[in-house]
């Protein structure tokens, strides 16, 4: 936990991003801290030097700390924790994993960002079917809503934490139970709340939690996390398989493919190694913070800037009830295209974005309520 005041992680990590401009936009990309940008920097200048000592003085340690502290942070075991490319690998990987007879359905939502549906999509060639919930007119969807189109022939239902396009949470708890309920595999992609919201995947019940790692986690593209409950991994097919995948992996001669016994056999070769120094520092970031009180003001800048926009005139989207909220704030103007008031903002030097036909603010803990005045000042009435 932090002994420092919040604020004070603004300067001291986030000085440049912030004399850059007001930056809103963690749900896309975050920026990196400093620490990372040193760690990556100092891992850059070692590999140039002496590559297989840095190999292993740095990014094996790196790799195995990074991965205890995504594992805490997801509340998953990390030797049940693998390392992947970013969320669409991870999601990838489970759907070609996964087995499944001709006939089997799979069920989600038809605001999913496309790296949770088109996976099953492409199992459309094994007789799979992929099924879509239309959320309610508010952007809302309940555990009912799913069950709904399940049956006894549902394998799967897998959607995200936090709906990128609306910001609207969901009740993971009872989504997993209503999928357990059917015999199914609940998988969640939990991108656009981790780093942001305290998470216990193990807990929730969720058999399969995947994430990237360059939104709210801070980190440098490139890099993920696939968790997989034990009771699941004999349902999954080896796919994906490389030098990465067995228990020795030194030992090329003779060949020996004895697969891991956890997820960590879908690692299936060099990681990316700058990716992960970075992960590591932006890790240590946040445990520092501490997800609680990173929680409490992303949540509070979140709601103040919803206050602020209605004060303005414009169309809050996103939920409000506490239970549903996350750092995601959509809204729209009564008249005007997204396009031209995004225009407007980047003019203003605040940078924003249009996802799922609306305009999107994504503060992080470091923003400030003055950063927020100045963003809701620059839109146009």
């Known amino acids: 936990m932090h002994n420092l005041p919040i604020n004070s992680y603004r300067e001291r990590e986030f000085a440049a991003v912030a004399a850059h401009s007001v930056y809103l936009n963690h749900a896309g990309v975050g920026p990196a801290p400093n620490r990372v940008v040193q760690a990556v920097s100092d891992a850059v200048a070692l590999t140039s030097r002496d590559p297989i000592g840095a190999?292993?003085?740095?990014?094996?340690?790196?790799?195995?700390?990074?991965?205890?502290?995504?594992?805490?942070?997801?509340?998953?075991?990390?030797?049940?924790?693998?390392?992947?490319?970013?969320?669409?690998?991870?999601?990838?990987l489970v759907a070609d994993a996964l087995k499944l007879d001709a006939g089997d359905n799979i069920v989600s939502v038809d605001c999913e960002y496309p790296s949770v549906v088109y996976p099953w999509y492409a199992q459309a060639d094994r007789g799979i079917e992929t099924r879509l919930v239309t959320p309610k007119l508010d952007g809302t969807f309940t555990a009912d809503d799913l069950d709904a189109v399940m049956?006894?022939?549902?394998?799967?239902?897998?959607?995200?934490?936090?709906?990128?396009?609306?910001?609207?949470?969901?009740?993971?708890?009872s989504i997993a139970a209503a999928a357990h309920a059917r015999n199914a595999i609940f998988i969640?992609?939990?991108?656009?709340?981790l780093g942001a919201l305290p998470l216990n995947a193990q807990e929730l019940g969720i058999d399969i939690a995947v994430t990237g790692v360059h939104k709210w986690l801070l980190a440098?593209?490139?890099?993920?996390?696939?968790?997989?409950?034990?009771?699941?991994?004999?349902?999954?097919?080896?796919?994906?398989?490389?030098?990465?995948?067995?228990?020795?992996?030194?030992?090329?001669?003779?060949?020996?493919?004895?697969?891991?016994?956890?997820?960590?056999?879908?690692?299936?070769?060099?990681?990316?190694?700058?990716?992960?120094?970075?992960?590591?520092?932006?890790?240590?970031?946040?445990?520092?913070?501490?997800i609680d009180a990173i929680s409490r003001q992303v949540l509070a800048l979140s709601g103040y800037a919803a206050e602020k926009l209605d004060a303005k005139?414009?169309?809050?989207?996103?939920?409000?009830?506490?239970?549903?909220?996350?750092?995601?704030?959509?809204?729209?103007?009564?008249?005007?295209?997204?396009?031209?008031?995004?225009?407007?903002?980047?003019?203003?030097?605040?940078?924003?974005?249009?996802?799922?036909?609306?305009?999107?603010?994504?503060?992080?803990?470091?923003?400030?309520t003055e950063e927020i005045d100045r963003a809701v000042d620059a839109l146009p009435g």
Request: hydrophobic content about 40%; glycine content about 10%; proline content about 6%.
């Open 55 to 92: 190999f292993i003085s740095l990014v094996m340690p790196a790799m195995a700390s990074a991965r205890a502290r995504l594992a805490r942070l997801m509340g998953v075991p990390a030797e049940h924790l693998a390392i992947t490319k970013n969320t669409g690998h991870g999601l990838s």
């Open 151 to 173: 049956d006894s022939r549902t394998r799967v239902v897998t959607l995200s934490w936090v709906q990128f396009g609306t910001g609207f949470r969901c009740d993971l708890a």
């Open 188 to 193: 969640a992609d939990v991108i656009q709340g």
């Open 220 to 290: 440098p593209p490139g890099t993920g996390g696939l968790y997989v409950a034990p009771h699941i991994l004999d349902r999954l097919r080896l796919v994906n398989m490389g030098a990465g995948a067995v228990v020795d992996v030194m030992k090329f001669d003779p060949l020996d493919f004895t697969v891991k016994p956890t997820v960590q056999r879908y690692e299936e070769g060099s990681p990316n190694v700058l990716g992960l120094v970075g992960l590591e520092a932006a890790l240590s970031l946040l445990e520092e913070v501490g």
């Open 313 to 368: 005139g414009y169309e809050v989207r996103s939920p409000r009830a506490d239970h549903q909220r996350a750092g995601l704030v959509t809204f729209r103007h009564r008249s005007l295209p997204n396009a031209s008031v995004l225009k407007t903002l980047e003019e203003a030097n605040i940078v924003g974005a249009v996802r799922g036909g609306n305009l999107r603010f994504s503060p992080h803990f470091y923003n400030t």
